[in-house]
């Protein structure tokens, strides 16, 4: 064997050895993200749950403002409908008794 066959074959088995250090790694690397795995997706699982029941309160909160927006604005209507009646109805007493008042004179 001459110098260059001790080379390359020296070469190939350090390359080998290093892919398969490489490799091992990578591979205890994936086992252990595959055994903590079903616990970061229940944490993931976990925290998108609170975030839709946030969400839900808070669309529920805003369409709760809205709908008491709504009535309080129907209410009010509804009083000034009845103040205004109620004027036409002053009107109408003091109309009344000044027409007595007159008469009474």
Not at 34 to 43: H, N, R, S, Y
Not at 58 to 87: C, G, M, P, V
């Amino acid at each position: 064997m001459t110098n260059s066959d001790y080379l390359l074959k020296a070469a190939i088995k350090k390359v080998t050895e290093k892919l398969n250090e490489i490799l091992v790694e990578k591979i205890e690397e994936a086992t252990n993200i595959a055994k903590d795995a079903p616990e970061i997706f229940k944490k993931e699982f976990d925290s998108l749950k609170e975030s839709i029941i946030e969400e839900a309160s808070r669309l529920e909160k805003d369409e709760n403002i809205q709908e008491n927006e709504y009535t309080n604005t129907y209410k009010d209507s509804k009083i000034k409908i009845a103040l205004n009646e109620i004027e036409v109805i002053n009107n109408q007493i003091d109309l009344f008794n000044k027409n007595i008042n007159n008469q009474i004179k």
